[in-house]
C-alpha cells in the first residue's frame, strides 16, 4: 500500500479516536497501518505535511474543543478531560495559545475561533525533475539552529525568512549574488539525533568577500536530483517536498551523497502562479541521461 493510502487510514483512525471513541491515539495501530515503527511514521507524516503529527493532533483536539465550547452546553472542565487534559488551567492555556482567546471568554462573546480541518489527502500532481552534474560552487549566508522535535523547524523556519528580511540580511544577500541565475538557497543540514536539532541557512552563491557576521560554505562538484516547483510559496516547495517523500522516493530509492539538501527560490514575485522554486537532492553518481546510484 502506497504512503498516500496509510496516512489517510491514519488520519481516519485519529479522528474515529477523537470523536467517535474520545479516545487516545493508539501508537501500535499507527505503526501497524503504517508498516513500520511510530518514530519513523512520525518523520514521514512531518516531511509529507509540514507539521508534527503530535502538533496536528493537538490542533485537531483544539478544534473540535471549539465546536463543543460553542455548540454544547458542556462545563469546561469536562471538554478539558474529554481532550485529554490534565486540568482545566493546561487547557485554557493551550485553547488561549491556539484561539487567542480563553475558553470562558470564547463561549460567552461572538468570537472567530481557530480551525484546523481534518486532512485530506489529494493525489499528487506530477513535478518535472531531472539528474543534473554542477561544478562546485560557495555559498555565502546567514544560519541559525532549530530544534527537529515535533516538526518545530517547520514553524522556525519561515519565521528566520521573516527575520531576515526585516533585519537588512535579505537586501545584504541580494546584494552578494554572483551567481549564472539570481536566487536565494535554503540549506538543511542533516539532523543532529544526539540533541535533535538542525542548521539552517539561507545563501546565496557569491564569489565576494565574506561580511561580519555571515557564514561561509564551499560546496564540491555534485550530482544533483532537481525539482521545478511552479506557484506560489510556501506552498509550492512544501508540495515539492510532499511528492519527493511521499512518491518520488519510492519510485526512485537513491544513495544520498554526503552533502547538504537545498531549497532554491528564483528572483520574481514568489506569490505569482508562474513562480520558480526548487528543490536539490545530492545523490551519488549521475549523468545529464539521469541515471545514478540507486539502492
Given at each position: ?9 491514519i ?15 493508539d ?49 469546561i ?12 488551567t ?49 555559498l ?73 557576521g ?22 509550492a ?59
Open positions: 500500500m502506497e504512503w498516500n493510502k496509510k496516512l489517510q487510514l488520519i481516519d483512525h485519529v479522528e474515529h479516536n477523537l470523536q467517535a471513541r474520545e479516545e487516545p491515539v501508537r501500535e495501530e499507527i505503526s501497524r497501518i503504517a508498516g513500520c515503527s511510530f518514530d519513523f511514521f512520525q518523520k514521514v507524516f512531518s516531511y509529507m505535511n509540514g507539521m508534527g503529527f503530535a502538533e496536528y493532533i493537538r490542533f485537531r483536539k483544539l478544534t473540535l474543543a471549539g465546536y463543543d465550547l460553542k455548540s454544547t452546553d458542556m462545563k472542565v469536562d471538554i478539558s478531560y474529554k481532550y485529554g487534559y490534565n486540568s482545566p493546561s487547557f485554557t492555556k493551550a485553547f488561549q495559545q491556539f484561539h487567542g482567546i480563553p475558553p470562558k471568554e470564547a463561549r460567552e462573546n461572538e468570537v472567530k475561533l481557530r480551525v484546523m480541518p481534518k486532512l485530506q489527502i489529494a493525489q499528487r500532481r506530477q513535478f518535472s525533475w531531472q539528474v543534473q552534474r554542477k561544478a562546485g560552487f560557495r555565502i549566508g546567514k544560519t541559525i539552529r532549530v530544534s527537529c522535535a515535533d516538526g518545530e523547524h517547520y514553524e522556525k523556519i519561515p519565521g528566520f525568512w521573516s527575520e531576515c528580511q526585516k533585519d537588512g540580511t535579505y537586501p545584504v544577500l541580494r546584494s552578494l549574488d554572483t551567481g549564472a541565475q539570481k536566487g536565494m538557497f535554503g540549506l538543511f543540514s542533516p539532523c543532529d539525533e544526539d540533541v535533535d536539532e538542525m542548521e539552517y541557512s539561507i545563501m546565496v552563491i557569491s564569489d565576494k568577500s565574506l561580511p561580519a555571515l557564514t561561509g560554505l564551499e560546496l564540491p562538484e555534485q550530482t544533483w536530483a532537481v525539482f521545478d516547483c511552479r506557484g506560489p510559496v510556501p506552498q516547495i512544501q508540495e515539492g517536498w510532499k511528492y519527493l517523500n511521499g512518491e518520488w522516493l519510492v519510485r526512485y530509492p537513491f544513495r544520498h551523497a554526503p552533502c547538504p539538501e537545498l531549497e532554491w527560490y528564483s528572483d520574481g514575485n514568489p506569490y505569482g502562479e508562474d513562480y520558480l522554486s526548487q528543490i536539490w537532492i545530492p545523490v551519488t553518481g549521475g549523468n545529464e541521461n539521469g541515471t545514478f546510484g540507486l539502492l
